[in-house]
């Protein structure tokens, strides 16, 4: 599958639905299932012209619901109230449901028309990389001079990589004939490294038709055919003089805008247009929704062609003026003519250069919104049942109602059910169809307990220690998982992570071939998560245990879409020191690479040569895991640790954790400070893992 592609405008009035269709137009041609989507509508998707035309040109089989982001009025009220996150959600979450029926979509991004302009590039270049979309950036050339060009592009080129965008191309649309092919050559030679693009202005595809006056106003086509719809507008006319004074203002392409019962001035257009001495008319707008008088209407009902289009529209004649400042040319499925003109426009500047092919999709970019949104689809795919010990807890019941609304679990709560329904009832939660068991009185406690016995009686444990132990919530529900009545457990808001961990080591023991249970971090950066092991539960693993963890860790990673590419860290790089503490680590790369010889593994070697190509390059060339590593193995605790949260808090990362690994059944550890949102995303998790372990 290709990578999609976002359209994003360096502002306002760029003419990017002519980049738009000529992408669909193009890669129509060599893909089988493409996709169009719009960020943000101005009003509803059936009313969108860009919508209405890709759906009907390219007979694309989605309903307009599914595609747009969301209208300019949520938009507006979403970043007004500094949700600007869920913004982003929102559309991301629309956006994938149609990427999943598509081999590819090319997404159109905001006209600068409702949101903060000055903003509204950064929005967009956010947007692109949260929906994980090449981008393509159209810089206006309209009348602007090359030296001005050239500094818009430098400063769309500087301001999507500062955002970290994946820049697939830049298109100039709208430069001066007479200057494309200078400008071409001086950007390419400025921009050697660029892919830039230069498409000439077409005067067709510059300026509104009647037909798209129509649509932005609402207005009433009273006599015209289609094709006189799709009459070019040049120059607007407000005619509030007399009939001779108004004839010397006339234009050629002129949209002539008077009250409905100016009678004078509607006879005089019509003359004007069929006389030869007189410009073309390019059509009338009739404001104030007045009646031109039963004569004219028969007058205007005779004649054997309505060549001149005539519109109706209830609001008076300033307010028509104000309202045609929000038109802007675009291109009406309707009008072939504007259609040819733009993709013969594309072909022939851009289609020929252009690779037909976007590159495969690759996991490198994925941001913290679009691994949350692959957690849950993934999580939804193959729902599982997750149990909950700590359910009188208000953040464990808080984060249960976001579970419940987005449908992604089963969940039990474990507890007091007066105490739970209570504390519901007081935070005004709906937990709809959350089973709650309280470990003291539920029927399971005995055979729960049975099992315990026949587990650890060697240990020296009694029937009725066995028997007690069940009613604490932490080894009631490890006991659920064991016996299958819950597929997963999350635990440690409230509890210490040896009360949490301790019963499943005694209950759902490791996996074969696994020494030890470890732990991982998924650290979201900007662009990209990372994995982190073991930051939470072994304090100074050996080189068998730094090598197993290495290798479980580097699972965890597949299993959630991350290739691996494994950094064993250490104080020095390759053969460079000598010590305990290296050798240590070059024992455990020895010896993972020799249990998993497919691995990308690398070791030892320094956090800047793991991450830092240019660091890499220098001190381990020719690396397939240096400079590019996904996985990072710390040595020790203390070290997992401090890193962990240093980049966390400096680099204002999201870290998801810790996940424990190793276990046949997956229970993970919440932190006591935790927020709802790491419970969501731990439960998510869990329920994911245990897709694995079924």
């Known amino acids: 599958m290709q990578i999609s592609l976002y359209v994003a405008g360096a502002g306002v009035g760029t003419g990017k639905s002519v980049v738009a269709l000529g992408l669909m137009e193009m890669l129509s041609a060599i893909n089988r299932k493409i996709g169009f989507f719009r960020t943000v509508v101005q009003s509803s998707p059936q009313d969108d012209a860009q919508i209405a035309l890709m759906r009907q040109r390219y007979n694309l089989p989605f309903a307009p619901e599914m595609l747009y982001g969301c209208t300019a009025d949520e938009a507006k009220h979403l970043l007004g109230s500094g949700q600007y996150e869920e913004l982003i959600k929102r559309i991301l979450s629309k956006f ?27 929005f967009n270049a956010d947007l692109a990389n949260n929906l994980g979309c090449l981008l393509i950036a159209v810089v206006k050339g309209f009348h602007r001079d090359p030296e001005e060009i050239l500094d818009a592009v430098r400063l769309a080129q500087e301001s999507l990589l500062d955002r970290g965008s994946d820049v697939w191309a830049t298109v100039i649309n709208g430069v001066a004939p007479n200057q494309a092919v200078a400008l071409r050559e ?25 037909g798209e006056i129509a649509h932005t106003l609402g207005a009433q086509p009273l006599y015209g055919d289609e094709d006189a719809l799709n009459q070019v507008v040049s120059h607007f006319k407000i005619a509030a003089m007399q009939v001779p004074d108004f004839l010397n203002h006339l234009e050629d392409g002129s949209l002539i805008i008077t009250p409905g019962d100016r009678s004078d001035i509607i006879l005089a257009s019509l003359v004007a247009d069929a006389s030869t001495t007189f410009p073309r008319v390019a059509g009338m707008l009739l404001t104030g929704g007045l009646d031109m008088g039963e004569n004219l209407r028969k007058l205007m009902g005779g004649l054997r062609r309505a060549k001149v289009p005539i519109l109706s529209v209830d609001t ?56 949350e949104y692959e957690l849950f689809r993934r999580a939804k795919y193959q729902r599982r049942h997750i149990v909950l010990p700590e359910g009188e807890e208000e953040r464990i019941l808080r984060a249960a109602e976001i579970l419940v609304l987005r449908d992604v679990v089963d969940l039990t709560l474990l507890g007091n059910p007066e105490k739970i329904g209570r504390r519901v009832r007081e935070l005004g939660l709906k937990l709809n169809g959350i089973r709650i068991l309280d470990p003291v009185t539920a029927p399971e406690r005995e055979r729960y307990g049975r099992t315990y016995f026949e587990l650890r009686r060697q240990k020296g444990i009694s029937e009725q220690l066995a028997f007690d132990l069940m ?60 994995v982190y092991g073991d930051c939470a539960v072994n304090p100074n693993p050996d080189a068998e245990e730094l090598a197993d963890i290495a290798i479980s860790s580097a699972a ?69 895991v240096a400079g ?67």
């Open 471 to 530: 009613q604490d919530v932490s080894y009631f529900g490890t006991s659920m998982v064991y016996h299958g009545d819950a597929d997963g457990m999350v635990s440690g808001a409230v509890h210490t992570t040896q009360h949490t961990i301790r019963p499943a080591f005694e209950i759902i023991k490791t996996q074969p071939g696994v020494r030890i249970v470890s732990s991982v971090f998924f650290m979201c950066l900007a662009d990209r998560v990372l």
């Open 628 to 694: 590019q590593a996904t996985v990072f193995i710390f040595p020790d605790l203390n070290t997992g640790n401090n890193t962990y949260k240093a980049v966390q808090r400096s680099a204002d990362a999201i870290a998801i954790g810790p996940v424990l690994q190793g276990l046949n059944k997956p229970v993970n550890d919440l932190s006591r400070g935790c927020l709802v949102a790491d419970i969501v995303n731990t439960v998510v998790i869990t329920a994911i893992q245990a897709q694995t372990t079924a």
């Open 186 to 210: 001086r950007v390419r030679a400025a921009l050697p490294d660029s892919s830039v693009y230069v498409l000439p202005e077409h005067p067709l595809l510059g300026q509104p038709t009647i």
């Open 556 to 624: 965890t990673a597949a299993a959630f879409g991350i290739e691996p590419r494994v950094a064993m860290l250490s104080y020095s790089t390759g053969e460079s020191s000598k010590g305990a503490d290296v050798e240590k680590v070059r024992e455990a790369t020895r010896i993972a690479h020799a249990r998993r010889p497919d691995l990308k593994l690398e070791g030892p070697i320094q956090y800047d040569a793991a991450v830092d190509a240019e660091v890499a390059r220098s001190k381990m060339p020719g690396s397939q």
């Open 316 to 371: 008076d004649t300033y307010r028509t003026v104000m309202d045609l400042t929000r038109v802007h040319a675009s291109i009406l499925p309707t009008d072939e003519r504007k259609i040819a003109a733009a993709i013969g426009l594309f072909e022939a500047n851009v289609m020929n250069e252009m690779p037909r092919r976007p590159p495969e999709r690759h996991l490198e970019r994925r941001t913290p919104l679009m691994f």
């Open 96 to 122: 994938k449901a149609l990427e999943e029926k598509c081999d590819l979509v090319v997404c159109a991004g905001t006209d600068y028309d409702g949101l903060v302009p000055s903003l509204e590039f950064d």
